[in-house]
């Protein structure tokens, strides 16, 4: 499974910003996906995750509320709309897929699949 991230960016504080990301694997459907990030000298963390058929949403703590994961099952896309962006958010961000039996993952070595990172930079 090969997956492309797209729609970072250099952001003002208190700004929104869409990423996305796509594959053209033909097991989209039975796929976990997830977003983490990676601070600038920090260790990797969750953002996101969406269950295979969309209807479950999980967010880690310093996110949830501002940011926002959907999927597009007929498209094989899941974007990650992230408002009120803070200087903190300022990372690269992973998209990822997990076929693991489950209904959303959280940690990143439940996932087997990731894309390259886009760059979100926030000034403030």
């Known amino acids: 499974v090969q997956l492309q991230a797209s729609g970072g960016g250099l952001v003002k504080a208190e700004g929104s910003l869409r990423l996305s990301c796509g594959t053209s694997?033909?097991?989209?459907?039975?796929?976990?996906m997830g977003w983490f990030r990676q601070p600038p000298g920090k260790e990797r963390e969750f953002v996101a995750a969406v269950s295979r058929n969309g209807g479950t949403t999980s967010y880690g703590a310093s996110v949830k509320g501002r940011f926002t994961i959907s999927r597009d099952n007929d498209k094989k896309t899941v974007d990650l709309q992230i408002n009120t962006l803070k200087p903190e958010d300022t990372a690269v961000y992973y998209c990822?897929?997990?076929?693991?039996?489950?209904?959303?993952?959280?940690?990143?070595?439940?996932?087997?699949?990731w894309g390259q990172g886009t760059q979100v930079t926030v000034s403030s």
């Open positions: 694997g033909r097991i989209w459907n039975s796929l976990i």
């Open positions: 990822a897929a997990s076929s693991k039996i489950g209904v959303v993952k959280e940690t990143a070595l439940e996932y087997e699949f």
